[in-house]
Nanobody, 116 residues
Framework: QVQLVESGGGLVQPGGSLRLSCAASGFTFSNTAMRWYRQTPGKEREWVAYISSAGVGTNYADSVKGRFTVSRDNAKRTVYLQMNGLKPEDTAVYYC?????????WGQGTQVTVSS
C-alpha cells in the first residue's frame, strides 16, 4: 500500500523558515521522481517543486525559486522541502506527490501559515 505522509508545517512569521518532510512507503522510492504542490481554499492545486529519482535534477515554480529547496534521502525514503524567506502568499496546504508506475499518489497535506 502506497503511503505519503507529510509533516513539518506550522505557523511562521514572514521571513521565517520551515522544513517540510514527506515519508514514503509501499513503492520503490529510489526509482520515483517526487513533487511538492500547494493549495489554498478556492484555488487549484499549484505545483511548487520537482526532484528526480536520484535527486540530481530539480525544478521550481517561479514563485518560490531562490527561496525553496527540494531534496531527498533515498535511504530514509523521505523527500524534503526547505522553505526560507516565507511570505504570507506562501500560506497553503502543502502536498507531496509521487507517480510510481504511472499511478498518481498524494499525501494528506500539511498546513503552512505565514502570518505576523
Amino acid at each position: 500500500q502506497v503511503q505519503l505522509v507529510e509533516s513539518g508545517g506550522g505557523l511562521v512569521q514572514p521571513g521565517g523558515s520551515l522544513r517540510l518532510s514527506c515519508a514514503a512507503s509501499g513503492f520503490t522510492f529510489s526509482n520515483t521522481a517526487m513533487r511538492w504542490y500547494r493549495q489554498t481554499p478556492g484555488k487549484e492545486r499549484e505545483w511548487v517543486a520537482y526532484i528526480s529519482s536520484a535527486g540530481v535534477g530539480t525544478n521550481y515554480a517561479d514563485s518560490v525559486k531562490g527561496r525553496f529547496t527540494v531534496s531527498r534521502d533515498n535511504a530514509k525514503r523521505t523527500v524534503y522541502l526547505q522553505m526560507n524567506g516565507l511570505k504570507p502568499e506562501d500560506t497553503a496546504v502543502y502536498y507531496c506527490n509521487g507517480s510510481p508506475l504511472g499511478n498518481n499518489y498524494w499525501g494528506q497535506g500539511t498546513q503552512v501559515t505565514v502570518s505576523s
